[in-house]
């Protein structure tokens, strides 16, 4: 990793006693961006994508950890592989589709053939005339490996520092509520296999690590949403008591609604919780044989968690994102419905509707936060007073969560997680 310029974050993010603030500058200066790559992205933790994205032999899929390409791909032994998307010989990138299979990987410009695993199979013209010399070890040349790779659950995770914090020790409180969307499942499992949608919003990237746990926002933002389900007033609403928002550490942050979910009691559906099939008999049933029904019937009417995981993975309601920064103003978020392993094709179905209705390119809730993303991002260029201040429920306190950790929690409409974020953020930041 090459040396990035020095920012003072000590002088753009205001930590007072009751008075928090950050200067706009982190949402569009190049400097800022450049040094988040390095010691956020590439040195430490990033989501990347689940397991079953890539389930049968031959299966790839193309991300980006930070700004390097990579390839997530699986073997004919049925071993996944995170490797590097970059020909050993000159380094043009050897896989140019999103999704696909292949029994290989051939560089298009001099024709280097890489397998499924990455090892080099296929030097063309390697001896001869201007070949190579017998020294040349073909097994040398594989494609280069992600340093380190993290599977919870099927969730993926790498690291291109072949240093750093451990994986268990990152994820760290995020396990549980992994966890516990998993266990929602009649297999206990769940998986990934309708694609994705792509949305590419001219804004900063933390401007979406900051909303997904921010509830002051929905009635404001999202009053299209609201509107059209006011009719059906057994909906928990945002200022709900019962609704915590908790700062779980490492810079993971949780929408808390479990309890307000199950206030609703029997009146509670699948929309209402925010989990489609979940509480479907069938589901429950099979999630029973496994942990109990008493069990079962609480973590259902409970609803799936709504957790942001530093710093580009979200985990709510019917699928998850993933967060890819492109430049300081310009970021590809992507939107991944989810299934439940076990379930009738007639509940996971009912998932990927409710998926789409919510944040498909014309849903009822992604729309308006694109829209909010880039106004925001254009309001930080405004500079004559550059601060956003986050200082809503600084009445925040210890209090035991879902799994009787205790955790800085405040009610629903304040900004515990965003605070959170930031001072995780910053502690990241004026590493060297």
Not at 39 to 46: E, L, T
Not at 122 to 144: K, M
Not at 414 to 419: A, D, I, V
């Amino acid at each position: 990793m090459t040396a990035r310029p020095s920012v003072d974050y000590n002088g753009l993010i205001s930590d007072e006693p009751s008075h928090f603030k950050v200067s706009g500058r982190l949402y569009h200066e190049p400097a800022v961006f450049d040094e988040e790559m390095d010691k956020i992205f590439h040195r430490g933790w990033v989501f990347v994508g689940h397991e079953t994205e890539v389930s049968k032999a031959g299966d790839f899929a193309t991300r980006m950890i930070g700004l390097q390409p990579v390839i997530m791909t699986r073997d004919k032994e049925d071993h996944l592989h995170m490797l590097m998307n970059r020909c050993r010989h000159r380094s043009a990138t050897v896989c140019q589709e999103e999704y696909g299979n292949a029994t290989s990987f051939q560089c298009p410009y001099h024709g280097w053939t890489y397998a499924s695993n990455g090892d080099l199979t296929r030097v063309p013209f390697r001896s001869g005339i201007a070949g190579y010399l017998d020294s040349f070890r073909q097994e040398d040349y594989g494609l280069a490996r992600v340093p380190r790779v993290g599977n919870y659950r099927g969730f993926i995770f790498a690291s291109l520092s072949p240093k750093g914090v451990p994986f268990e020790e990152y994820l760290g409180r995020a396990a549980e509520y992994i966890d516990r969307y998993c266990d929602m499942a009649p297999d206990g499992e769940i998986f990934s296999t309708a694609g994705r949608h792509r949305m590419l919003v001219q804004s900063n990237w933390k401007l979406q690590v900051e909303n997904l746990t921010d509830a002051y926002h929905v009635s404001f933002a999202h009053q299209s949403a609201i509107r059209r389900h006011d009719r059906d007033s057994s909906i928990v609403k945002v200022d709900d008591p019962r609704i915590y928002l908790r700062d779980i550490g490492g810079g993971h942050t949780v929408d808390d609604r479990f309890t307000g979910n199950r206030s609703l009691g029997e009146k509670a559906t699948g929309r209402h919780t925010g989990g489609m099939g979940t509480l479907e008999p069938s589901v429950v049933a099979a999630v029973g044989e496994r942990l109990g029904m008493k069990e079962a019937k609480r973590i259902a009417q409970g609803g799936p968690p709504h957790i942001m995981v530093f710093p580009n993975f979200m985990l709510l309601f019917n699928g998850y994102r993933m967060i890819q920064p492109v430049k300081p103003d310009l970021t590809y978020i992507y939107y991944y419905p989810t299934f439940l392993k076990g379930a009738s094709e007639e509940v996971n179905l009912s998932r990927l509707r409710a998926q789409e209705n919510a944040f498909g390119p014309g849903g009822f809730i992604n729309p308006d936060d694109m829209d909010i993303f880039t106004r925001i991002q254009r309001g930080t260029d405004a500079q004559v007073d550059d601060w956003s201040v986050l200082d809503r429920s600084y009445d925040e306190s210890m209090q035991t969560d879902e799994f009787g950790v205790p955790a800085l929690t405040s009610q629903n409409l304040g900004e515990t997680p965003q605070r959170a974020i930031w001072r995780h953020y910053k502690h990241v930041m004026m590493q060297s």
